[in-house]
């Protein structure tokens, strides 16, 4: 029995897919064309643009593959049913760096978004879903410790806004870090240990509000 062709658009929508992540990993996201993906998933351009709009809307399908199943665990931690908010961020945390050092797919994705992405265009379609990407981000981490704040690990006076820029420039300090020279430490053992000791900071008396500066008179 043939195919069907809604099985068969899958298939290469998949293949271009695979294709694009070659691609881009190889070349660069700003040095690689549509013609040059279509090339590689041996397909033709109007291929890809019956399935893409264009080559952002390829980028954030890409992307997608492995962003979608990561912010799935993350925002499950920030739920308000989260018992334990803290211990369920790390977790979560420690899956998405082990997901980045040991899954190839993940592995090529990260290193594409890291490394492989050029933009001089300000108002590049990629690099604006690149900043609506980091500013979800930053609203999960915001939940995660407002919840932790009502369940008591972390106090009512913590300076959300300062909470949130150090969780989240930790976290992708360890990814820019370990991506430009992955020799240079364990991602998921040190980066465990890294986040688990960001969160102890957080109880910091310098990350509350109440914390005053000290005084400059003489």
């Known amino acids: 029995m043939a195919r069907s062709t809604k099985e068969e658009a899958l298939e290469t929508r998949a293949r271009i897919l695979d294709a694009a992540e070659q691609v881009f990993h190889e070349r660069g996201v700003s040095h690689t064309s549509l013609a040059d993906v279509a090339k590689a998933a041996d397909v033709t351009r109007g291929a890809?643009?019956?399935?893409?709009?264009?080559?952002?809307?390829?980028?954030?399908?890409?992307?997608?593959?492995?962003?979608?199943?990561?912010?799935?665990?993350?925002?499950?931690?920030?739920?308000?049913?989260?018992?334990?908010?803290?211990?369920?961020?790390?977790?979560?945390?420690?899956?998405?760096?082990?997901?980045?050092?040991?899954?190839?797919?993940?592995?090529?994705?990260?290193?594409?978004?890291?490394?492989?992405?050029?933009?001089?265009?300000?108002?590049?379609?990629?690099?604006?879903?690149?900043?609506?990407?980091?500013?979800?981000?930053?609203?999960?981490?915001?939940?995660?410790?407002?919840?932790?704040?009502?369940?008591?690990?972390?106090?009512?006076?913590?300076?959300?806004?300062?909470?949130c820029l150090m969780m989240h420039a930790t976290f992708s300090g360890l990814l820019t870090d370990w991506f430009f020279s992955p020799d240079s430490f364990d991602l998921v053992k040190d980066g465990e240990r890294i986040l688990s000791a960001a969160q102890y900071a957080l109880s910091a008396p310098s990350m509350q509000l109440t914390e005053m500066a000290p005084s400059t008179a003489g």
């Open 48 to 163: 890809i643009y019956w399935h893409f709009k264009n080559k952002g809307d390829l980028f954030d399908a890409m992307c997608d593959r492995v962003r979608l199943p990561m912010e799935a665990v993350l925002e499950e931690s920030a739920g308000a049913h989260v018992i334990d908010p803290l211990g369920q961020f790390l977790r979560s945390g420690v899956y998405v760096l082990t997901m980045a050092a040991t899954d190839e797919r993940c592995r090529k994705v990260f290193d594409i978004i890291f490394n492989k992405c050029e933009f001089a265009d300000h108002d590049d379609p990629i690099l604006v879903r690149q900043r609506e990407c980091h500013v979800d981000g930053m609203l999960r981490i915001e939940q995660i410790i407002g919840n932790a704040i009502s369940r008591g690990q972390l106090p009512a006076t913590l300076d959300v806004r300062q909470a």
